[in-house]
């Protein structure tokens, strides 16, 4: 079935630096989401994307944090700088308008 | 603000007994359900979906029945296998599209042999 690959699946990173996370949707999907999982807790919604525009974010998706799809290529979240309670896994997502939503397997973010 | 819970964080059976994983709800928005599993090491996939009250959806054995009334929608199966261990999340949304889900904190089933 259809694929969210998520690139890396770890990252350590040291407080203070910038990251970036990737995430090659679905091919024909247009709507892309974040969502951040802390260990032994739920997912919550960071963010959708649609039309190269962030339609919603949530009052996690912090000032340090931006996302966006340079030329139909990877799916981006960038968080700059990180801090030690940005450790966590984020899921990418993606689907077509009222479509099915396919998640990544997600990237596990250690700072230290 | 919307939620959903649900209250078991882990449940193990032995493979042919039947299972049911609470999720209930709370909204102001007339509400769409999903079931989502994840396998160790793999990405959530969607299992269950519902928006119609008082009507059972069905998949790969797994089966669920939103309840407006109750502000519940459960999932069940009537005999579970070694392969159905995972963990299960119930999410919300307010929308066909545009994806905006509020999850439940994940029951991990464990079915032993």
């Known amino acids: 079935g259809p694929k969210v690959l998520q690139i890396p699946s770890h990252q350590i990173i040291d407080m203070g630096q910038m990251v970036t996370l990737n995430c090659d949707p679905v091919s024909n999907h247009l709507y892309f989401y974040w969502y951040k999982q802390i260990l032994g807790q739920q997912m919550e919604f960071l963010v959708n994307f649609y039309n190269g525009k962030v339609m919603e974010k949530s009052k996690l998706f912090k000032d340090q944090f931006s996302v966006e799809r340079p030329d139909g290529s990877y799916f981006t979240l960038k968080i700059q700088p990180t801090a030690l309670e940005d450790s966590a896994v984020y899921f990418c997502?993606?689907?077509?308008?009222?479509?099915?939503?396919?998640f990544g397997k997600g990237t596990r973010l250690t700072v230290v | 603000g919307d939620s959903v819970t649900q209250t078991e964080g882990l449940v193990t059976l032995t493979k042919g007994l039947p299972v049911m994983l609470n999720c209930t709800y709370q909204t102001t928005y007339s509400p769409f359900l999903f079931w989502y599993v994840q396998h160790l090491n793999e990405a959530p996939k969607l299992l269950l979906k519902?928006?119609?009250?008082?009507k059972r959806t069905e998949h790969q054995g797994f089966y669920a029945t939103l309840h407006k009334s109750s502000s519940s929608f459960h999932l069940q199966k009537s005999s579970v296998q070694l392969s159905d261990s995972a963990l299960y999340f119930c999410a919300l949304s307010d929308r066909t599209g545009n994806y905006k889900y509020v999850f439940g904190a994940g029951t991990r089933l464990k079915v032993i042999a």
């Open positions: 519902s928006s119609t009250d008082n």
């Open positions: 997502a993606s689907s077509r308008q009222g479509g099915e939503v396919f």
